[in-house]
Every structure is written in structure tokens, then in C-alpha cells.
């Protein structure tokens, strides 16, 4: 490798970094705004949903009408449905759990989404599944019990809501993989953008939950759901940058890092702080994922 090929890979390496550090801050930010937004202004999740990726639709649009109309041909629009109804459902359980359960036991329990990732790809991909991914799941599961501690007295079903959204994230993630067999990366990305504010839509009219007494000034609850609609935009164009700066496996310990973040804005926002629990199963859930991660390192493609 050259001095000026390195030089590159180096700048590139940390403003991948820096983008996943930027966009593991901007969902920190989109969880305690949602978890506000539930909790201190009533506003119901279905509608939080909804008003969440339609602002971040606006705001990104510019960047469909650059890509045209030629970015949405395909020939699997029932599966691009499936997929995007399966992110859909996880967005609404996840922000009912925000609402309901405190935010660092809602972000370690969502981690375990790379577990969820193992099954599936075993029965729906046909994956092979190895005594190494096995334990690592079953190491990763164990972290995760050891946060929802149902042998305590603080133990409510709610907390089994982060864990269900995970499930359906894992599910929308293998889906995703299934079809990069046969439709480009833009227009699966595309298609997650234009299909779940309408599903939101629909899933909000469905609820029959009309618009309701706010706990709060009209201007206040605007103001948080452009909040939220906004660093959510944020989040994702800078998530999608950073992976086109560096490899998927490099930037997994930076991505992990939001669990930290949400944790210490949930303590200044709320004085939410986790018990003792929370620690011992966060160190085995994050280590099981990174142990699972650095595995596979060798089977990712390698960066031009």
C-alpha cells in the first residue's frame, strides 16, 4: 500500500468514525425527544410514528428527486412491502416502549437484534449456523434476561417491547439482505422512505386514536416532533455516510457506543439510572455482538 493510498484510508477511517459517533448522538437524541414526547406532552406513539418519518421524508426528498423516478423500478414490489411493514411495525413498538419503559433498559434490550438476525437467516436465508454463532446468541440472550431480571419485582411485560422490536428490525434486516439479490442498494433504500410514512399512515388511522388533549402547548408538541423528525434525518444521512467511508466491521465498536450516549443523556433528562443489572447484562450483550462482528470480519467484502 502506498503513503497517499494509506493517508486516504486513514482520513477515511476516522470521518466514518466521527459520522457513526455523529449519528449514534443524533438517535440518542431521537430517543429521549420520543421518550419526552410520550411521556411529558401525551402525544400517543402511533402519531409520534408517524409524524417522525414524514418530517424526515421532507427533508430528505431532495435526494430522491436527484436519483428520479428510474431509482423505483423493480420487480419484487410485494417483498419491498413486506419489508418496510416489518420496520414499521418495530418503529411502533419501539416508541411505545419509549414511552413506557426507561430508556437504557429500552437500548441494551434492542441490541440483542443481531441475535434475532442468527435464527432467521438460519431458517429463512438457509444460513449456516455455527457452534461459535450459537453461543454467541445464547451468551447475547443471557445478557439480555439478566436487564429484563423477570424474577424482580420491577418487572413488567412492557419491558418484553424492545426486545419484540429487535425481532422485527432482524427480520426487516434479513429481508433487506434477501433482496440485494436482486434490486440495487438505492432503490432499497428509496423504497424504505416512500413506503413507511404512508404505513405509519395507516397504522395511526387503524389505532381509531383521533387527536387527543395535549399535555402541553400546541407549539411545544410541534416543536418536539420536528425535533424528532429532524435528528432522525440527521441520523440516517450521517449513518449511511459513514458506511460509505469504512467497513461495516470497523465501525461496529463506534455504532455500539450508542448504548453510552443514551444512557447519559436519559440520566440528565430524566434521572433515569439503570440498576445493577443493567451493567453485567450490557458488557455480555455488547461483547457477544462484537465477538459476532469481528468474527464474520473475514467473510465482509473488502473495501476498494
Not at 436465508?125 to 443471557?142: D, H, M, N, W, Y
Not at 433487506?176 to 436482486?182: D, G, I, Q, S, V
Not at 435528528?231 to 449511511?240: E, F, M, R
Request: aromatic letters at 12%; a positive charge.
Amino acid at each position: 500500500m502506498s503513503q497517499i493510498t494509506s493517508v486516504k484510508t486513514t482520513r477515511s477511517s476516522v470521518l466514518g468514525a466521527s459520522l457513526m459517533l455523529a449519528a449514534c448522538v443524533a438517535y440518542a437524541g431521537v430517543n429521549v425527544a420520543t421518550q419526552w414526547a410520550g411521556t411529558k406532552t401525551g402525544i400517543p406513539s402511533v402519531m409520534i410514528a408517524f409524524w417522525q418519518y414524514i418530517i424526515a421524508l421532507i427533508l430528505t426528498l431532495p435526494f430522491v428527486f436527484r436519483l428520479g423516478l428510474q431509482a423505483l423500478r423493480t420487480n419484487h414490489l410485494m417483498l419491498h412491502i413486506m419489508r418496510v411493514a416489518l420496520a414499521a411495525a418495530g418503529v411502533q413498538v419501539w416508541i411505545y416502549a419509549l414511552t413506557h419503559v426507561p430508556i437504557w433498559q429500552v437500548i441494551a434490550l434492542a441490541m440483542t437484534s443481531p441475535f434475532f438476525v442468527i435464527l432467521f437467516a438460519r431458517f429463512f436465508l438457509k444460513e449456516v449456523v455455527t457452534p461459535a454463532r450459537l453461543i454467541t446468541a445464547i451468551v447475547g440472550f443471557s445478557g439480555a434476561v439478566i436487564i429484563l431480571a423477570p424474577w424482580s419485582d420491577t418487572y413488567t411485560a412492557y419491558a418484553l417491547l424492545p426486545v419484540l422490536a429487535a425481532a422485527l428490525w432482524a427480520g426487516y434486516s434479513v429481508m433487506t439482505k434477501y433482496l440485494t439479490r436482486f434490486e440495487r442498494s438505492v432503490s432499497i433504500s428509496i423504497y424504505m422512505l416512500v413506503l413507511l410514512s404512508p404505513i405509519n399512515a395507516g397504522l395511526w388511522v387503524a389505532s381509531g386514536i383521533g387527536m387527543p388533549e395535549m399535555a402541553a402547548p400546541a407549539m411545544e408538541v410541534w416543536f418536539i416532533l420536528i425535533l424528532i423528525g429532524t435528528l432522525t434525518a440527521i441520523a440516517q444521512y450521517c449513518q449511511i455516510a459513514a458506511y460509505s467511508e469504512a467497513d461495516a466491521v470497523f465501525l461496529q465498536p463506534f455504532d455500539d457506543l450508542k448504548l453510552p450516549i443514551n444512557v447519559i443523556l436519559g440520566w440528565i433528562v430524566f434521572a433515569a439510572v439503570p440498576d445493577n443489572n443493567f451493567w453485567f447484562g450490557a458488557a455480555l450483550i455488547v461483547g457477544a455482538s462484537l465477538y459476532l462482528v469481528r468474527r464474520d470480519a473475514g467473510k465482509l467484502p473488502a473495501r476498494a
